[in-house]
């Protein structure tokens, strides 16, 4: 007979887990974290970044530098090739050359600009004409400079006078650091726009009223007069070492 008893269902309690992520590690190579991308190589200037806009009151302070090999620019026919372009090249559409100094492997510009991109395209101008100028006098093909040229916008008097200084008595520093001294005591840098700056003491400039001049008048504020409350500049002073002057 059957049972009239049912059998129980079976409950069992199972604890139902959530399922957890297990780290991976990834080896990646790039992206935006410290030390990523194409390794940095001695000497390749300034990082490739767009350029900061800037007002057109502040002058800047440009730097280039030739290819390495290059035999020094200094010499007559280089240094009267490259005063040529910047006669040619010394005002364009918003960009203004003002002073320069010829170095040996480097050019010093300090100049003016309505913005970054009327100073990308003043420089370029510049680099260019220069490149199709040097190479065919040197007897030798390709680029001329090495590397992005440097650019800082002066935003201070102060800083003003120091890129003057700087600038205008490049030679007589490198000079010095040479070991050589080539330069008499007060002597300008015949591979420079010194001969046409009004601010050093006790001396009348060479006039820019000429179209031979390889530069332009200033306009800004900053780089006609503001900088002079700091007091002219002394043909002495070797910028970065201890100036023979006292003068900052």
């Known amino acids: 007979m059957p049972s009239s008893s049912r059998t129980a269902p079976r409950t069992v309690s199972k604890l139902r887990r959530r399922p957890q992520q297990l780290p991976l590690a990834l080896h990646t190579w790039g992206g935006r974290r410290p030390g990523a991308g194409r390794p940095k190589k001695p000497g390749s200037g300034p990082p490739h970044r767009s350029r900061a806009s800037f007002a057109s009151r502040y002058p800047v ?32 559409d918003g960009f203004r050359l003002v002073h320069y100094s010829i170095q040996h492997h480097h050019l010093h510009f300090i100049v003016e600009a309505s913005g970054a991109r009327s ?20 007897e030798r093909k390709g680029r001329v400079f090495a590397e992005r040229y440097f650019a800082r916008v002066l935003k201070t008097p102060k800083e003003v006078r120091a890129c003057l200084r700087y600038v205008l008595l490049n030679g007589q520093k490198h000079e010095s ?40 008048q200033a306009r800004t504020y900053l780089l006609r007069k503001a900088w002079r409350v700091h007091g002219l500049i002394s043909r002495a002073d070797i910028p970065g070492l201890c100036s023979r002057s006292g003068a900052p």
Do not use: M, W, Y
């Open 119 to 138: 100073l990308s395209s003043g420089v370029k101008a510049l680099c260019i004409r220069i490149a199709r100028r040097l190479n065919p006098l040197l």
């Open 61 to 92: 302070h440009v730097g280039l530098r030739v290819e390495a090999g290059l035999p020094s620019l200094r010499r007559t026919p280089s240094r009267r090739v490259l005063e040529a372009c910047l006669r040619e090249g010394k005002e364009r």
């Open 177 to 216: 650091q040479r070991g050589v001294g080539h330069f008499p005591q007060g002597a300008l840098d015949a591979c420079s726009s010194a001969r046409f700056f009004d601010g050093f003491r006790g001396r009348v400039p060479q006039s820019l009223d000429d179209n031979d001049a390889p530069v332009t």
